[in-house]
Every structure is written in C-alpha cells, then in structure tokens.
C-alpha cells in the first residue's frame, strides 16, 4: 500500500503564494498517476489538479487555472502544488491522492485514487 504525506501548509494574506509537496513511498510499481484535492469546511472535496505517470501531462480545473500548477521531480516520488494569488476561498485541508500502481492516467474523480494523505491546512486571509 502506498504512503502520501503532505508539506508546506499554512496560513498567507490575499495575493500570496504557498507551495505543497507530497512525497509518496517507495513500491515495485510508482507509475500511478497522482493529484491533489482540497476539501472546504461545509463542502465537498474537489479536485484542484493531477499529474500522468507515465508522462508530465497535468489537469488542472477551470477554478484553479492560471494560478495553480502541479509538478513532479526527476526523482518520481515526490508532486508539488504551486499556489499563487491565493484568495480566501482557496482556504481548505489539501490532500495528495495517488491511484492504484497500474493506474497512469491522469483523473479528476475522486473515486479513482486509492491512497489518500492525511492533508495539510492552507488558509488565505485578507
């Protein structure tokens, strides 16, 4: 089973920027695609962006584009989230998700990732 743990969260004004990473655990098979999802107090977890693995082909949602983006270094063990410009209604717990070790395509539905992190709280304030 595969082991996600989340950095670099923490609280920044309007306008200011954060950078997360999620380093995954070493397996016979890292070629599952990964991304990242945040969940709001009182909403839904929604998908914030993903990355191939097999390739460096992200998603990134239309609520997010242009100021989010995803990567993953040479190492393939570790993604990051760049956020910039942050508002207040990116305030939420962050979580990496990676699917399961055969599964490379990049997906926005919460149900096709089988390993989750225990999230990171990012919280934007004016």
């Known amino acids: 089973q595969v082991q996600l743990v989340e950095y670099g969260g923490g609280w920044v004004q309007t306008g200011g920027s954060l950078r997360l990473s999620c380093v995954a655990s070493?397996?016979?098979?890292?070629?599952?695609?990964m991304g990242w999802f945040r969940q709001a107090s009182g909403k839904e977890r929604e998908f914030v962006g993903g990355?191939?693995?097999?390739?460096?082909?992200?998603m990134i949602p239309d609520s997010v584009r242009g100021r989010f983006t995803i990567s993953r270094d040479g190492a393939k063990n570790t993604i990051y989230l760049q956020m910039d410009s942050l508002k207040p209604e990116d305030t939420a717990v962050y979580y990496c998700?990676?699917?399961?070790?055969?599964?490379?395509?990049?997906?926005?539905?919460?149900?096709?990732?089988?390993?989750w992190g225990q999230g990171t709280q990012v919280t934007v304030s004016s």
């Open positions: 998700a990676a699917r399961s070790s055969r599964s490379v395509a990049v997906t926005s539905t919460l149900i096709s990732y089988a390993y």
């Open positions: 070493e397996g016979t098979d890292s070629n599952y695609a």
């Open positions: 990355i191939s693995g097999r390739s460096d082909r992200t």
